[in-house]
């Protein structure tokens, strides 16, 4: 495991932190309500595959990031991000053998659980929030789930066949 | 799957730590949630994650960058003899404008000399280059490449060639996050700029749209009215554009008229701002950034000098 370690964890850092130059990248106005979450749907993935190495302590990190990359309130997006990544985490052998339409059901009640925790601590924080705006990125983000985890799963196995 | 089977051995162990570490880090969120929101105890912090994010923010601004180089290099001569004729035909325009400007300017200062009051010196400015913006639909939050090195401090002004957009929220050490004026959270202290009338210009989270909430049913405001820059909440230096009021609603049943002004700034298609330095504003004044010191600062009017000479209520003189 740890020898390993680093070969098996560059690829996924790489994955992460071009999730994070996706969620900074300026888009144009009417198109920045669809922005999906990038980085949620990163950590879904790798967080049932290998929810060992990561999982709650690698979303929270990645979150406070995103919160000051986005200048939101310092702790929101790593509220949301550990608490789905800990869902993942949870129930990752039950997760591993949905069928496909299934695992789009999930990661659409996924982003949601994740938009709502957002939605939450904005309205607790007393930012103004139109509420519908929250479902742009949740119906994107379902939608690319099938091409991102096809991209990812290429990655495994490669990662697994290198051993 | 070498890397399932290694993964799921250690299940059983694995689970009650993870729900146990999910319960640690959600109490550290909130404990940061409550304190960011609190006080501004964090900026350090913010400023030290800003630090290791910029290098990304360069990445991700690369390939933009670069075509645009790329298409300046190779723009046809055709091309650039008509801007330089544009361009030219704009320069003798403003340089009449300018001769009037400095006869009316000297005029000016010796109007106020004789009022005895404060003469409003030249702000300084310096242009930065915009690296994002609004990368969350709640937020109008824009990044620019200048930061605490270059003197750019929290509270800061930021206009562009039409008017206010603007200002700076967090001043990191190398880029500073702004706030724009369409922000739902920001407020703005304005004035009619044709009567002097006061207000307060809010964001609505629209690029095209401000609201002006607290205008009385029989206020004299009406379409096309320019609205400027008041200089009273402390962090914008007075008399900058900030908007043109698109549409008056009076409601006879409610308290309030129902006022929007679309921003003079082309808000969502800038790609340089300035930065100003007021001849007034010392670094770190006006640190609280958002509406509530706005919105604070608004009754004190007598507290600014100047401004008050400058906006006379127009009912005052006339009965």
Not at chain 2, 27 to 38: E, N
Not at chain 2, 128 to 145: G, K, W
Not at chain 2, 160 to 171: L, P, R, Y
Request: some cysteine; overall charge negative; aromatic content about 8%.
């Amino acid at each position: 495991m740890i020898k390993v370690g680093a070969s098996r964890r560059l690829p996924v850092v790489i994955c992460i932190i071009m999730a994070l130059m996706l969620a900074i990248v300026p888009m144009p106005a009417w198109a920045s309500s669809y922005r999906p979450d990038w980085l949620a749907l990163t950590l879904i993935y790798w967080s049932i595959s290998m929810p060992r190495t990561y999982s709650v302590g690698t979303a929270w990190i990645v979150g406070i990031v995103v919160d000051v990359a986005h200048g939101t309130l310092l702790g929101q997006h790593a509220l949301a991000l550990a608490f789905i990544t800990y869902l993942t985490a949870k129930f990752h052998l039950q997760l591993r053998v949905f069928p496909a339409l299934q695992m789009i059901a999930t990661v659409f009640a996924l982003l949601a659980i994740y938009q709502f925790i957002l939605f939450w601590i904005n309205g607790v924080a007393g930012t103004y929030a139109d509420a519908v705006a929250y479902w742009g990125p949740v119906v994107s983000g379902t939608v690319l789930w099938p091409f991102i985890s096809h991209i990812f799963s290429g990655i495994r196995y490669r990662l697994a066949r290198s051993f | 799957m070498v890397a399932d089977s290694t993964d799921s051995e250690h299940r059983s162990t694995k689970s009650p730590a993870l729900g146990l570490r999910l319960l640690l880090l959600a109490a550290l969120s909130i404990i940061l949630l409550v304190v960011d929101h609190r006080q501004n105890h964090l900026d350090a912090v913010r400023e030290a994650i800003g630090a290791t994010v910029y290098p990304l923010r360069i990445l991700v601004d690369a390939p933009v960058s670069t075509w645009r180089w790329v298409r300046e290099n190779t723009a046809g001569r055709n091309e650039l003899l008509l801007e330089m004729s544009r361009l030219n035909a704009e320069r003798l325009l403003t340089h009449a404008r300018l001769q009037r400007f400095t006869a009316l300017e000297s005029e000016n200062a010796r109007l106020r000399a004789m009022l005895d009051a404060t003469a409003k010196v030249r702000d300084q400015v310096q242009v930065a280059e915009i690296m994002s913006v609004s990368t969350n639909p709640f937020r109008h939050i824009l990044v620019i490449n200048k930061g605490s090195r270059d003197g750019v401090y929290n509270g800061q002004a930021m206009i562009d060639a039409d008017g206010v957009v603007g200002q700076v929220i967090e001043a990191g050490l190398l880029s500073s996050n702004g706030v724009l004026i369409s922000d739902p959270d920001h407020a703005l202290p304005v004035q009619v700029n044709r009567n002097g009338l006061r207000t307060i210009a809010v964001g609505t989270g629209e690029f095209d749209r401000l609201d002006l909430p607290f205008l009385p049913n029989n206020a004299d405001i009406e379409d096309g009215d320019l609205l400027v820059t008041s200089g009273l909440g402390g962090a914008f230096p007075a008399g900058y554009p900030v908007a043109l009021v698109d549409s008056v609603l009076r409601i006879p049943q409610g308290p309030f008229a129902q006022v929007t002004a679309k921003p003079a700034a082309q808000l969502n298609q800038v790609r340089e701002i300035m930065l100003i330095w007021s001849a007034r504003d010392e670094p770190g004044s006006g640190a609280e950034s958002d509406s509530d010191s706005d919105l604070a600062a608004e009754p004190g009017s007598e507290s600014v000098p100047g401004a008050e000479t400058a906006s006379p209520v127009p009912e005052a003189d006339d009965d």
